[in-house]
């Protein structure tokens, strides 16, 4: 029997891979989304995305040399503990930003960055050891924290200024969100109002096929995330006798996509095994779509990450996860998504 090995995360299952290339690889992917960004949003969005980087890398730099202190080493420009060598930092920084509205003041942007690295991954010990992923705690705590001074400005050639789950938060079943919204700009991101990053559907899909094809991110998670709040959805519909528009409009809206593709996969703060990842995404899309239909927020995503990010030790623990799927665990989550479309078919009678 090989020896078991004792190693903080990220795991990487292929031996030519690194850190410093899947984060790489998450930055590249990025970009289009980041220039379309920039575009629709104009220098706003450019000072807030330089903000969000700067504000996690420098915080990281500054704690490492402060803790190299104390353990009594000397001043090194080039701290070894530092992960901008390795785009850690920077990812984080960049996703974090891409999740904020263009009318997000530049200090709110600043100090809830370096709050979300500092208390989601530095006080744990750094990479590997954070149990929470920095972005989305950095993008809670302006929800929690400053949600009646951040708010969502018209886009380019807008058609509107509220955001499309807006609408469907204040009636949860109206058709005129697909008339407000049509869903051929949802997916485009063309004249949709909302968090800079996540308003372009289709450049986040191009940046996770470049994910897949270099394999830097687990496949499996965004696609049971979206397919789950799509059936969930289909489901409402169904029972309301809503066309295919209703389950279409809630995968293309809101931050599905982008937390899905870019949040959700981080290999620090996902489960290991293939069936803990599919279990550990279907219950991100229950929790999603949960919020979204019974919940006070319009929005549910990055709520979702953090709260299923408490569980991936629980996921992961050997004594009952599971490399490979079995009849016995198969059988377990099929009762379980059957028991969760009971539970929306009932939630949702009531709600409507």
């Known amino acids: 029997m ?39 949003f104009g220098l706003s969005a450019l000072y807030i995305l330089l903000a969000s980087v700067l504000s996690m890398m420098i915080t990281e730099y500054i704690y490492y040399q402060i803790t190299d202190k104390m353990n009594g080493e000397k001043f090194k420009l080039k701290n070894e ?3 901008l060598y390795n785009f ?8 974090y930003g ?8 530049i200090w709110v942007a600043v100090m809830c960055g370096v709050l979300g690295i500092l208390l989601a991954k530095l006080i744990f010990g750094g ?21 009646t001074i951040v708010n969502y400005t018209e886009h380019v050639d807008s058609i509107a200024g509220a955001t499309a789950l807006t609408v469907t938060n204040v ?35 191009i940046g996770g096929i470049y994910l897949a094809l270099r394999t830097s991110f687990e496949v499996r998670i965004p696609i049971t995330y979206v397919i ?47 069936p803990a990842r599919i279990y550990f995404a279907f219950a991100l899309g229950v929790i999603t779509f949960f919020i979204r239909l019974f919940g006070a927020l319009p929005e549910g995503v990055v709520f979702s990450i953090l709260i299923m990010n408490m569980f991936v030790p629980a996921f992961d623990y050997f004594k ?31 709600v409507g």
Do not use: C
């Open 320 to 350: 009952w996860t599971n490399p490979r799927f079995s009849n016995k665990g198969n059988l377990i989550f099929a009762s379980v998504i059957i028991i969760t479309i009971g539970i929306t078919m009932v939630g949702a009678y009531y």
């Open 228 to 274: 789950t709040v799509f059936v969930l959805a289909s489901v409402v519909a169904l029972q309301k006798g809503l066309g295919i528009w209703y389950p279409v409009y809630h995968i293309l809206s809101g931050g599905l996509f982008f937390g899905a593709v870019y949040m959700a996969t981080d290999p620090v703060t996902s489960p290991i095994t293939k």
């Open 98 to 105: 891409l999740t904020l509205p263009d009318s997000t003041p």
């Open 81 to 83: 503990s530092f992960t």
């Open 88 to 95: 850690s930092a920077f990812t984080s920084g960049l996703i």
């Open 2 to 40: 090989p020896k078991i090995i004792r190693k903080t995360s990220p795991y990487l299952r292929r031996p030519q891979a690194s850190v410093t290339r899947m984060m790489r690889d998450v930055v590249i992917a990025l970009i289009p989304v980041t220039l379309f960004a920039i575009y629709s």
């Open 127 to 147: 990479l590997g050891q954070n149990v929470f992923n920095p972005a989305a705690v950095a993008r809670v705590l302006i929800v929690v924290n400053f949600a």
């Open 171 to 205: 009636d949860l079943f109206s058709q005129a969100a697909s008339t407000n919204y049509g869903l051929l700009n949802l997916f485009t991101g063309i004249g949709i109002p909302g968090s800079m990053g996540e308003v372009s559907v289709l450049l986040i899909v």
